[in-house]
């Protein structure tokens, strides 16, 4: 072994020990906040504990180890906000709030539940909190999306943030606008009721919202009969058919209003029927846990084909929310549902980029990247262009792989020969020099030429 290998090998044991250390900390972190108020008030006050729970939080999953800390410390967080004054100085005038709305939108499913409890935390402590997380539309509607999940865990979660919501009278209000209505209660009622609990949840969430909106939610009922309620999935998969004949020819306008009528009567699942009511009782649905991808996959599809007729169209806004409900119907754990997942992020994180949310965007192509299994080259270079703007954007924090290509993570790293900056090649070295690393070397006071790229 060459003296170069030793190196690299020495920097990857070192790399991977800072890891395992910084979530071995918020395990400690995390037993410390179980010991009652005192010791949140004082480890709250803590400045370098404050700083580090901040950093944590506000950097991007691009390694499955930034997922685990993240993951970590979303549920040291739950505890760290037990009460409303240190909540709304952690989340408010921390501005943490939008690192729980990017935690809530990862593709992670260990992620989403984390951010959701912290959620269902918060919400809980007053109405300001309650509104504050109705009023951000990404949160909102991300929720609305994953309670279609075929997740029990994640449906049960999403299900009780939307019974806090409900509880309040200004917040129940945009949960009503967002989707909440009697339609929405009685699909889940309908295609879910096997599900253990499901049923005593929408009975809540029905009770809150008949109190604090009683006007619009009869008024609705009475546009919405049960009994009228049409949802075919075969006309839905002809529909589908014939969007995609529309999209082979480029029409993608017509494209997507075909999938968008599919989406509005294709059912949760296969039924093998059509669904006359929810109250009727020789309706065959098949048990939850017999389900196969085939009978739950076709909305997930609807809802990605209609995001990619939005990035053609040039609306990268609507692909993004369209894409949310997309992703909320395959968090599921099978081949067929990751190669789904896939598909949906990477749509999602070139709407991101469109968008210039490149939190958000890093996040989704890191994702792809870290289960791109067959190395695409497509995916690569989504990763490097969300990493480069990422950092463009936000500065050049420390993220301890390649700094472009995300390649490495210590392994074969090395470093620029003028600054700290680390590559896995020198072809990541020359793409990275023109897109900011130049001024950046020059804070070290030795800048080479354009063709005197010094590679480590």
Known sequence: MTAEERHAKAYEKMLEFSHFAQIDAIK??????????????????????NRAVRRWLQSPVV?????????????????????????????MFRDLIYSVEVGVTTPHKECILAFLEVLITVA??????????????????????????????????????????ASNADSAKLVFECGGNPQFVTL??????????????????KKAMVRYCSSSWKAEEKKHNPRQLRMNSQVAAHLKVDG????????????????????????????????PSPITTD???????????????????????????????????????TCAQALGRCLHDSDEAMKLRMKIIFRRARAHLATHQYMFALNDAAY???????????????????????????????????????????????RCANCTEVYCSQDCQKHDWTRGHKEFCQSFGVIYDDDEIRCF
């Open 124 to 165: 809980k402590l007053s109405g300001y909190f309650c509104l504050e997380i109705a009023e951000a539309e990404g949160i909102l509607s991300t929720v609305f999306a994953i309670v279609w999940s075929y997740n029990v865990e994640i449906q049960r979660a999403s299900l009780r943030l939307l019974i806090v919501l």
């Open 28 to 49: 400690v972190l995390t037993r410390l906040l179980m010991h009652g108020e005192a010791a949140r008030f004082t480890v709250w006050r803590c400045r370098e504990t």
């Open 283 to 321: 309706l065959f649905l098949p048990p939850w846990e017999c389900l196969t991808f085939q009978e739950w996959c076709l909305p997930g599809i609807l809802y990605s084909n209609m995001a990619q007729c939005k990035l053609k169209l040039h609306d990268p806004d609507e692909a993004v929310k």
């Open 188 to 205: 889940i009622r309908n295609f879910y009721k096997s599900v253990t609990g499901i049923n005593e949840l929408v009975v809540q969430f």
């Open 244 to 275: 995609n004949v529309s999209f082979q020819q480029s029409e993608f306008a017509t494209a997507h209003e075909n999938y968008s009528c599919a989406s509005l009567i294709c059912p949760p699942y296969e039924t093998h029927c059509t669904v």
């Open 63 to 91: 390694t499955k180890h930034d997922l685990k800390k993240i993951t970590a410390m979303a549920k040291a967080l739950s505890l760290l906000c037990s009460t409303e004054t240190r909540a709304r100085e952690i989340l």
């Open 368 to 414: 792809c990247h870290m289960h791109n299994v067959d190395k695409d080259d497509g995916i690569t270079a989504l990763y490097r262009e969300a990493m480069v703007r990422f950092r463009d954007d936000l500065g050049r924090e420390a993220v301890r792989v390649c700094s472009v290509c995300g390649e490495g993570a210590g392994e074969r790293l090395k």
